[in-house]
Structures are given as structure tokens and as C-alpha cells.
């Protein structure tokens, strides 16, 4: 296991050097977009219309703000189950998502995305929510505004700490955890999702 400062947009060289189970402090600009405003993307381009945004390079945080206090950029910020996003992952990562932040297990389908793609999948730790609000330096709605908390924000971010735990070599954090554990209790073989 490694630890790595990023930065995005993320390129090649950076996706292709993490690897899963791997820290990753990520610093730059993120798209913070839940299940709503993914459907939106996927209808926008079904339509064959391009995206409000670029999303090319970038990354996409699976989270919800809680309201803002007097003084602060956005309200604490929670993760939510990445494995909601996987039908809309899969799309965005052919059309130039580079990244996606949720928590939780991902599916058979988005590891072969992250191959095809070169792409990778973070998890941001349920249940440190105030280490994350205090990596967030501002928050910029960008589009969407009438889905009110599902809408589009974008994130300035400072060390956001991550979990790498899908790669673009196809391996699975999870999986593996899984396996290893398995193995201790027994060699029972983990079943693939």
C-alpha cells in the first residue's frame, strides 16, 4: 500500500500509478453530483447533447451537503453507496470521467470500465464527514439548480483523503479484503459481484 498527493484533472500517469488499497490525498477541483443529476448527464447525452459541464479528466464525489452555517462554503458533506452510480459510471467514464468518490463495493461492470477507460474509483470513509467538510475550501453550483441538494456543485478540495478501491489494472480493494479474510476463517472463496 502507497500513499499519493494528487491532483486533478487526473492523467494517465497518475490513474495508472494507484493501485487498489492505496491512500490518496486529492487536491484540486470535483464535481460533487448524486443520482438525479447522474440520470440528467445520461439523458443529456442520450439526446446526443453535450454535458452542461466538461467532465473530461475530472471527478465525480457521490455526496450530499447538509446546509451551510453562517460562514462556512458548503454544510458537512457525506459520501453516499457508490453502487447506485454504477449504470451512470459506466457511461461517464467512456465519455472522460477520470475518477469517481462514493463508498462502498462497485460491480463487475465499472471494473471493466476503470480498464477501458483508465480510470479509477476512491472511497471517502463513511463517518468522517468533518474531516472532509474541512478539506472542502469552496462550493460553486454549477448546474441543475431546480434538483436543490442533488444539484451540481463544484468542489475546490485540499488532501481530500481517499481509499483507492478500484483500479485501472482491474483489481478490487474490496474483493481482495474479502478474499484475505475469507481465507483466514477457513478458505472459503469469496463470491464476485
Known sequence: MATHYIHTPLTDEVVLGLHAGDEAYLSGTIYMARDAAHKRFIDTLAAGQPLPIDLKGHVLFYGGPGPAKPGHVIGVVAPTSAYRMDPYATVLFDHGVRGAIGKGNRGTALREACQKNKA????AIGGISATLFSCIQSATLVCYEDLKTEAVQRLEIQDFPLLVTND??????YAKEVEKYRA?????SPQRG
Open 120 to 123: 479509477v474509483c476512491f472511497s
Open 168 to 173: 485501472a489494472h482491474g483489481r478490487d480493494m
Open 184 to 188: 483466514l476463517l477457513g478458505g472459503v
